[in-house]
């Protein structure tokens, strides 16, 4: 397509950014409103029959609708699509004025923060998409657009959902005897042809980890089937064997292994849990796009009332609490100075304050009683005698019996047998010896098996740029 060509009768076209199988993307200017975009222009394989040509459609206008529902501030927004010429399609979408991952990459391994804030937002447009049921199914680093704000930082932008699947959609989307994907970061059951799930961008996204974090690919090759027939079989490659100098915390190594493991049921199942296993190795987690939490419950003063209004209030209250200030002091009071006073000796009085009272009779006193007369009805009192003073044991016994007695338990002398003491078995929680573990099973090979089952006419359908990076 030609330099200044008119697509749709507004979409100026200036010169080509990107180029795939089926795919050019080109920097354009919409007439109308002068504005940036990018235009995908699509087109069927060459020599495609009808019932190609009709599939090839059916994907077109699901990646176009699928991109048109989607509106995260880390997907690229759509602003139109439709079609040039029978065969011919195209998408308008925002135009990014930055790099790609693949570039960034390029100049090495990246610091670690830098790496997990940058795939932390990729993650976020993950979750948003997974939430809707959209996977996209070719995370890659060419896929993933960088681009630095009027803040100065840097915001991720996820695109071409050209392979894009809906949990719901049609399986004849899928054509027979391709594998649609990256062969860098196609997860394994997507290289067999199985039944695939959101969990296969999870797979991907520990792909973009790996790379960021290592500066390379986790398997390389010289050919797609030799790079897939490494996925499905061959362990992942421990960074310190592929960048000496790199020191990881042995935490993050293992929540990218987790991502790649070969199982689904073995990695995160859901890119929310996987954002929350990357968040502690962030300084600044304000970066990361993560899903919109709710607002912590605080109690808020009303808007719009005025300063004085609040201080009556307050007021008023101290005044309502006053009276309950007093009677406590009070009764503080009459309470300490009752304490004071003795049971036995009533407060003198003065003279002018000692009451008339008739002469007292005589009374005849009563014989003595013996105090030491036993009472008829004894009274039954408890008595809880102290435990017996514990005996330290000899210090020669102590060398020969290297296990140490519970504090509990009675000191028995050489001589004498120990009794048994439920008691202090009860007490006492029994030590067992605790038995490590057997080692996890050694993964047993698995052999790169195709969709034809045989082996030939096999075919990867990718946006390969033959670039070691653009994978």
Known sequence: MQANSLIANRYQIERRIARGGQASVYLARQVPLDRKVALKVLTPPPGSDDEEVRTFQERFLLEARTLATLDHPNIVTVYDYGQIEPGHFYIAMEFVEGRRFSELLREGAMAPERTIRLIGQVCGALSYAHRRKVIHRDIKNSNVLIRVDHHGNEQVKVVDFGIAKLMEDDPSLTLTGVVMGSPHFMAPEQARGSEIDHRVDIYAVGVLLYCGLAGRYPFNGTSSREIVS??????????????????????????????????????????????????????????????????????????????????????????????????????????????????????????????????????????????????????????????????????????????????????????????????????????????????????????ATWPDGSGDGFQIEDNDLKDPWED
């Open 230 to 447: 490494a996925h499905l079989s061959q362990e992942i490659p421990s960074f310190s064997d592929v960048n000496p100098d790199l020191t990881l915390h042995p935490t993050l190594e293992g929540t990218v292994r987790r991502c790649l493991a070969k199982e689904p049921e073995a990695r995160f199942q859901d890119v929310d849990t996987l954002l929350t296993a990357l968040t502690p190795f962030l300084a600044d987690t304000d970066s990361i796009a993560m899903p919109a939490m709710p607002l912590p419950t605080k109690a808020l003063a009303p808007e719009g009332r005025p300063a004085w209004v609040n201080m009556v209030l307050a007021g008023a209250a101290l005044v309502a609490l006053l009276p309950a200030l007093i009677l406590a002091v009070v009764l503080m009071i009459v309470m300490s100075r009752q304490q004071t006073l003795t049971p036995d000796s009533p407060p003198e009085l003065t003279a002018q304050e000692q009451p008339t009272a008739p002469p007292p009779e005589v009374v005849t006193p009563a014989p003595p009683v013996d105090i030491t007369e036993a009472d008829p009805e004894p009274t039954e009192v408890t008595v809880r005698s102290a435990p017996a003073p514990i005996t330290a044991a000899p210090e020669g016994r102590r060398q020969r019996d290297p296990t140490p007695e519970a504090p509990s338990s009675p000191v028995v002398s050489p001589e004498t047998e120990p009794a048994t003491d439920s008691t202090t078995d009860a007490a006492t929680p029994p030590q067992t010896a605790t038995t490590p573990a057997p080692p996890p099973p050694e993964p047993t090979p698995q052999t």
